[in-house]
T-cell receptor, first 113, second 112 residues
C-alpha cells in the first residue's frame, strides 16, 4: 500500500460544485501539504499544515480551503469549483525532524467543466 | 511567485549521453532538493544538498550548488531511456519555514 494515498485519483465536475480531495498517510509525519501542478508552471503550494492545530496558506490559497482532521489526514476543498481550477493536485508529507524531503501521493486529476 | 527557475525547459538526448539541468533561485536557502516525476505520477525525491555543501553524488547523479550565484545543477551521467521524466528543483528556505518551493521543471527525453 502507498504511504501517501489520495482520493479520488480522477474527478470530473461542473462549475459551481463543491469538491473535496482527500489525503491520508501512514508515514507518521507531522507535516502535510497540498500542491497544484499546471503544465509549464511546476508545482505551486496551496496550503500546508505542521500539525493538527496548525494550518497555513501557501502561494495560491484563494478559492481553496483545507481541514486537518487528524495527523494522518489532510483534505482540500474547492467550495465552488471553477474551470481554472482544472489541474493535477498533489498531497505530500514531510517529517519535522528531518531535512524537509517530501513524500508525494500519486495525484488527483481534477477537471472542472 | 516561484523560487526556482530551471533551464532548459526541455532536453532531448541519446542514451549514453550526459544530461545537465540547471536551477536558479532567489532567496537564501537551507537546502536544495531535486525531484523526478514520471508522466502523470507523483514526484520522487532524488537528492538533497545543504547550503554549506558544494557538490554531492548519488549513483549516476551529481548535484552542485553555488550559493553565491544562487544556482544548482543536476548532472545525470550515462543516461538511459528509463531516465525520461521531468526533473524539478525545490528550495527549502532558511529560517525553517518548512515550505518547499518548486521550480518549473525540465522535461528530459532520452532516446534509445
Amino acid at each position: 500500500d502507498a504511504d501517501v494515498t489520495q482520493t479520488p485519483r480522477n474527478r470530473i465536475t461542473k462549475t459551481g460544485k463543491r469538491i473535496m480531495l482527500e489525503c491520508s498517510q501512514t508515514k507518521g509525519h507531522d507535516r502535510m501539504y497540498w500542491y497544484r501542478q499546471d503544465p509549464g508552471l511546476g508545482l505551486r503550494l496551496i496550503y500546508y499544515s505542521f500539525d493538527v492545530k496548525d494550518i497555513n496558506k501557501g502561494e495560491i490559497s484563494d478559492g481553496y480551503s483545507v481541514s486537518r482532521q487528524a495527523q494522518a489526514k489532510f483534505s482540500l476543498s474547492l467550495e465552488s469549483a471553477i474551470p481554472n481550477q482544472t489541474a493535477l493536485y498533489f498531497c505530500a508529507t514531510s517529517d519535522l525532524r528531518q531535512t524537509g524531503e517530501l513524500f508525494f501521493g500519486e495525484g488527483s486529476r481534477l477537471t472542472v467543466l | 511567485s516561484q523560487q526556482g527557475e530551471e533551464d532548459p525547459q526541455a532536453l532531448s538526448i541519446q542514451e549514453g549521453e550526459n544530461a545537465t539541468m540547471n536551477c536558479s533561485y532567489k532567496t537564501s536557502i537551507n537546502n536544495l532538493q531535486w525531484y523526478r516525476q514520471n508522466s502523470g505520477r507523483g514526484l520522487v525525491h532524488l537528492i538533497l544538498i545543504r547550503s554549506n555543501e558544494r557538490e554531492k553524488h548519488s549513483g549516476r547523479l551529481r548535484v552542485t550548488l553555488d550559493t553565491s550565484k544562487k544556482s544548482s545543477s543536476l548532472l545525470i551521467t550515462a543516461s538511459r531511456a528509463a531516465d525520461t521524466a521531468s526533473y524539478f528543483c525545490a528550495t527549502h528556505g532558511s529560517g525553517n519555514t518548512g515550505k518547499l518551493i518548486f521550480g518549473q521543471g525540465t522535461t528530459l527525453q532520452v532516446k534509445p
